[in-house]
């Protein structure tokens, strides 16, 4: 049979595992609200993408394309290169 010291040590390890695990279950939930919220605003932008696609192939014809659908020969080529800049 356990004495009286080892059943405190267990009730105390087992408060402590509580705090650490009510911690994580706090971080988590922010981070499930955050990315909640990204998805929220992002909404607005897939709606309009959504309408532009069904409106594209709706108005298409069968000889015609659509003038995003061209394909040309570009008369000039712009390149951009970004460099990442580390900031502490």
């Known amino acids: ?3 009286l010291k080892e059943i405190r040590n267990r009730i ?3 408060r402590s595992t509580q705090k650490i695990t009510s911690a994580m279950k706090m971080v988590s939930a922010a981070k499930l609200r955050r990315t909640q919220n ?3 605003n992002l909404r607005p932008y897939a709606n309009n ?3 532009i696609l ?3 192939l709706l108005s298409k014809s069968e000889n015609q394309l659509h003038p995003l659908e061209e ?14 800049l580390n900031v502490l």
Do not use: G, H, Q
């Open 38 to 40: 990204k998805i929220i």
């Open 54 to 56: 069904t409106n594209l």
């Open 12 to 14: 105390a390890s087992v």
């Open 1 to 3: 049979m356990a004495n």
């Open 71 to 84: 394909i040309r020969n570009p008369e000039r080529i712009l390149m951009l290169f970004l460099k990442k």
């Open 49 to 51: 993408l959504s309408f």
